[in-house]
Antibody, heavy 114, light 111 residues
Framework: QVQLQESGPGLVKPSETLSLTCTVS??????????WGWIRQPPGKGLEWIGY???????NYNPSLKSRVTISTDTSKNQFSLNLSSVTAADTAVYYC??????WGQGILVTVSS | DVVMTQSPLSLPVTLGQPASISCRSNQSLVYSDGNTYLNWFQQRPGQSPRRLIYKVSIRDSGVPDRFSGSGSGTDFTLKINRVEAEDVGVYYC????????FGPGTKVDIK
């Protein structure tokens, strides 16, 4: 059974970089034609797609976040990561990782505050 | 940019009765490969989203057959045949033809 688990700091200061990791079990991020992605949800609001990394290593990002986002993989650990730079309070959200939108992590709340 | 709209945004339903949610996009969701990448998600209170339907009408594994999706081009519909208590939550459509965009969500609760 495929499982995804987000990890990282729950509090980030304004202007700093938010860094999260998604650890995958039950599947290899190297195998198959899957998109490994990040989605976020501000408290009480809807879902926003952030970006994905394909199993080939190619990436695609939400144009509204593109200048600040990097998604990468660590195949040795079967993980993929999200970096979001220059954060503000508007980046406060629950961040989810997903495989092709069919498997999701439980989500991690990240608060941007000094 | 692709903009997704949903109606209604709030849907009080009676247990055992049908429910229907509309989703519209501001441009066609037919991809160059002939597929239409329109998905539906359910998010129960306090839970992660769960995909119910992909490519307009294909139910994910384990999704009850009371859920069905239909539509084409720019207009799509999610129908719940007979609403059960466990169906309470927010439902999102999402297009995957032009990158990915979610609709604003429709909150379903029991009257």
């Amino acid at each position: 059974q495929v499982q995804l688990q987000e990890s990282g700091p729950g509090l980030v200061k304004p202007s700093e970089t938010l860094s999260l990791t998604c650890t995958v079990s039950g599947d290899s991020i190297n195998s198959g034609s899957y998109y490994w992605g990040w989605i976020r949800q501000p408290p009480g609001k809807g879902l926003e797609w952030i970006g994905y990394i394909y199993y080939t290593g190619s990436t695609n990002y939400n144009p509204s976040l593109k200048s600040r986002v990097t998604i990468s993989t660590d195949t040795s650990k079967n993980q993929f990561s999200l970096n979001l730079s220059s954060v503000t309070a508007a980046d406060t959200a629950v961040y989810y990782c997903t495989r092709d939108f069919d498997y999701w992590g439980q989500g991690i709340l990240v608060t941007v505050s000094s | 940019d692709v903009v997704m709209t949903q109606s209604p945004l709030s849907l009080p339903v009676t247990l055992g009765q049908p429910a229907s949610i509309s989703c519209r996009s501001n441009q066609s969701l037919v991809y160059s490969d002939g597929n239409t990448y329109l998905n539906w998600f359910q998010q129960r209170p306090g839970q992660s989203p769960r995909r119910l339907i992909y490519k307009v009408s294909i139910r994910d594994s384990g999704v009850p057959d009371r859920f069905s999706g239909s539509g084409s081009g720019t207009d799509f519909t999610l129908k719940i045949n007979r609403v059960e208590a466990e169906d309470v939550g927010v439902y999102y459509c999402m297009q995957g033809t032009h990158l990915f965009t979610f609709g604003p969500g429709t909150k379903v609760d029991i009257k």
